[in-house]
T-cell receptor, first 113, second 115 residues
Framework: EAGVVQSPRYKIIEKKQPVAFWCNPI?????LYWYLQNLGQGPELLIR????????DSQLPKDRFSAERLKGVDSTLKIQPAELGDSAVYLC???????????FGPGTRLTVL | KNQVEQSPQSLIILEGKNCTLQ??????????LRWYKQDTGRGPVSLTI?????NTKSNGRYTATLDADTKQSSLHITASQLSDSASYIC??????????????FGQGTILTVHP
């Protein structure tokens, strides 16, 4: 069974440019999470979806970050415009339900120049 | 505020040696505690999970302990291998209410195993 798939794996952009990350969760997993992980730190939750509904986006910087999970399966996280401080790894995770074990994707490493 | 603190921040050991990583948490109400292994360039992978009533859990050469009274956990690695080089993250899940299932991550301990 395939795990959580993310793309791209690496992205280098100049500041003020837009960028988008894509995540395909494990089949059947209703809950999807986006995390931000800075170097040497643990992941920090950005947003959690239950099916297609964003149920916890309190930590998402809504002035520049947006996310969607159309049809309750794949999800896209967008940053527009990107800032130097956005350089980090963006992890996607999924679980069968809220509180269930979370399975993580490999992450997208973003570098903003 | 829910917090998870890990020590040491980094550790270097020789192949074949044992080591123990520490985790202190203040998450309340407590649901479970997991230790994750994160290889460089990869997402975290769960090693063990312990609930309130469990005080030890093994997964091969990895043994985790939990003291729910003192809110401390440890991860012991026996006979280390080069492939154990990774970041080990302690993660505590909250129980009940709006925080149900919400994870609080430690900053991780970076383990390097040298031949």
């Amino acid at each position: 069974e395939a795990g959580v798939v993310q793309s791209p794996r690496y992205k280098i952009i100049e500041k003020k440019q837009p960028v988008a990350f894509w995540c395909n969760p494990i089949s059947g997993h209703n809950t999807l999470y986006w995390y931000l992980q800075n170097l040497g730190q643990g992941p920090e939750l950005l947003i959690r979806y239950e099916n297609e509904e964003a149920v916890d986006d309190s930590q998402l910087p809504k002035d520049r970050f947006s996310a969607e999970r159309l049809k309750g399966v794949d999800s896209t996280l967008k940053i527009q415009p990107a800032e130097l401080g956005d350089s980090a790894v963006y992890l996607c995770a999924s679980s069968f339900s809220q509180g269930g074990e979370q399975f993580f994707g490999p992450g997208t490493r973003l570098t903003v120049l | 505020k829910n917090q998870v603190e890990q020590s040491p921040q980094s550790l270097i050991i020789l192949e074949g040696k044992n080591c123990t990583l520490q985790c202190n948490y203040t998450v309340s109400p407590f649901s479970n505690l997991r230790w994750y292994k994160q290889d460089t360039g990869r997402g975290p992978v769960s090693l063990t999970i312990m609930t309130f009533s469990e005080n030890t859990k093994s997964n091969g050469r990895y043994t985790a302990t939990l003291d729910a009274d003192t809110k401390q956990s440890s991860l012991h690695i026996t006979a280390s291998q080069l492939s154990d080089s990774a970041s080990y993250i302690c993660v505590v899940s909250a129980a009940g209410g709006t925080s149900y299932g919400k994870l609080t991550f430690g900053q991780g301990t970076i383990l390097t195993v040298h031949p």
